[in-house]
């Protein structure tokens, strides 16, 4: 094979995988919108809460225990989220 036939295949080579990545980078984007569709945001906050609820060492509940702490700091975080946009309003 020539170099310039290697050049050539090398090409051919980047621009598939260019339209790969492109490809799916494109499903990704799609997939991350649907979850954004189907998940409310105290599902969303509680998810958070709960991340650092069991990355602590100190926490040996159940987890049924963590969840509804999770929750409930989800629903704090509500309800100071409301406040917050009553107070811009004003």
């Known amino acids: 094979m020539t170099d310039e036939q290697l050049l050539e295949y090398r090409r051919v080579k980047l621009l598939e995988r260019d339209k790969q990545l492109a490809k799916l980078q494109e499903e990704n984007s ?14 969303h906050f509680a998810g ?8 602590k060492a ?11 702490a999770a929750y409930h700091v989800a629903h704090q975080m509500l309800k100071e989220r409301s406040r917050g946009e009553k107070r811009d309003d004003t």
């Open 30 to 43: 799609k997939l991350r919108e649907d979850i954004r569709e189907g998940i409310s945001l105290r599902d």
């Open 48 to 55: 958070l809460a709960m991340q650092s609820l069991l990355t």
């Open 58 to 68: 100190s926490i040996t509940v159940g987890s049924d225990s963590v969840a509804m």
